[in-house]
């Protein structure tokens, strides 16, 4: 029985460590400006996995007088929140 408590305990900090590191990804994301105020974010050209962070597809910005406005916030939470940054 203590075996087993160890073994799930084991997985869930494995879990928990995994969880962490998506949450530290960095897309190193670049902007590039394709249109005078308009700005496109170029994903891989290769499958969804964890060493790219999903970062597969495109996803830009318009800046206007009244503010930005986004097109596509990406494949995460974190993504966007480091394409707003």
């Not at 499958?47 to 910005?61: A, E, W, Y």
Request: one cysteine or more.
């Amino acid at each position: 029985m203590k075996q087993v408590l160890c073994f799930i305990l084991a997985l869930s900090t494995l879990s928990l460590s995994t969880l962490l590191k998506a949450d530290e990804f960095n897309y190193a994301l670049g902007a590039q400006a394709i249109a005078p105020d308009t700005y496109v974010f170029v994903g891989k050209t290769e499958d969804f996995s964890r060493k790219n962070g999903g970062n597969i597809v495109n996803t830009g910005f318009i800046v206007t007088r009244e503010g930005v406005v986004v097109i596509d916030t990406g494949s995460s939470k974190r993504y966007g929140e480091q394409q707003a940054a």
